[in-house]
């Protein structure tokens, strides 16, 4: 009767059958006495009590503002960082987590490597190839952590499993490398405007029309632009040396007197204009250039 007794003991330890010995039932076991001994707890002082309530915040989040998003692909993404992720995978089906494009698994630790296991994929190749956990629960019911370092950040998930309900995919959105492609982004931006802006005037060439046509033969500008507000002749350098040509505004066919000034070899106009004449000489030496705006 006793070896009876210690083996229904044994099971109900070991394997979570309620197990009856006469009229006494045995009371069932949680998962943590039929892995461990029957000690007691060490007690906790104020300060690790105050760290594990900061743990338990951290692994709850604020799941009343904070919710993962659906990605473009129908993945479920989480904000990474800003909680301790919550995924469900079902029995007999697997959970796909992507990881960032790129980035390299390192190491991986999981909580309970009897009932769960972690399998990696790959897709892709080069800088584009993504690293993939393949997850699968071998039963329903359960819960463990699993942490897995890479060459770029440290993941900690937990892990539930469910008769039928899972996630299929699961994703997670960065915010260290958004806000380093918006730092690519302006610095691009930056280089341009750097590339862009004549050295002469230092405008920026990304905001000027060009769309000016020079015809004539007397002595041309090597460019006619406007910025909005104010059109700009530049002229050959050599024109500081000869008498400058004066300039004409052509309104309705009349040759109109317009406000300029000149600085160095530019011509600047404080308006825009359709057309223009730039009349240099007398009589028979007299040369006219026209500059018409749009081609």
């Given amino acids: 009767m006793k070896k009876a007794l210690l083996s229904l003991v044994f099971l109900s330890h070991f394997f979570g059958v309620t197990a009856f010995a006469a009229d006494n039932e045995l009371p069932p ?3 943590e006495d039929a892995f461990f001994g029957q000690g007691a707890n060490p007690p906790l002082t104020k ?3 105050e760290a594990l309530a900061l743990a338990r915040k951290w692994q ?3 799941t009343t503002t904070l919710k993962p998003v659906q990605g473009p692909d129908g993945s479920v993404r989480f904000l990474f960082g800003a909680q301790q992720p919550s995924i ?17 698994v390192n190491s991986l630790h999981l909580g309970d490597q009897v009932r769960w296991s972690v399998e990696p994929a790959i897709t892709g190749s080069g800088s584009s190839q993504i690293q993939h956990l ?10 463990t952590s699993l942490m897995v370092t890479t060459n770029r950040r440290t993941y900690h998930l937990r892990l539930k499993s469910h008769r039928s309900q899972y996630m299929p995919r699961v994703a997670f959105i960065y ?11 302006i610095e691009r931006q930056k280089e341009e405007r750097e590339t862009g802006t004549m050295p002469e005037s230092g405008e920026y060439v990304g905001e000027l029309d060009f769309d000016y046509r020079i015809s004539g033969d007397g002595m041309k500008p090597l460019r006619v632009y406007n910025d909005g507000t104010r059109t700009i002749i530049q002229m050959p350098r050599d024109m500081r040396q000869k008498e400058a040509p004066t300039l004409l505004v052509l309104n309705g066919g009349e040759e109109v007197m317009v406000n300029y000034r000149l600085q160095g ?19 028979s030496k007299q040369r006219r250039v026209t500059i018409t705006r749009g081609l």
């Fill in 88 to 104: 469900v995978c079902g029995v007999f089906q697997v959970t796909d987590v992507e990881l960032e494009p790129g980035e390299i």
């Fill in 175 to 185: 915010p260290d490398a958004v806000m380093a492609r918006w730092e690519r982004q």
């Fill in 265 to 283: 070899d530019r011509y600047i106009v404080d308006s825009l204009f359709d057309e223009a004449m730039l009349i240099a000489g007398v009589g």
């Fill in 60 to 62: 709850s989040g604020n």
């Fill in 29 to 31: 076991l949680t998962l």
């Fill in 47 to 49: 300060q690790e009590q």
């Fill in 134 to 143: 393949v997850i699968k629960p071998h039963d329903a019911g359960l819960e």
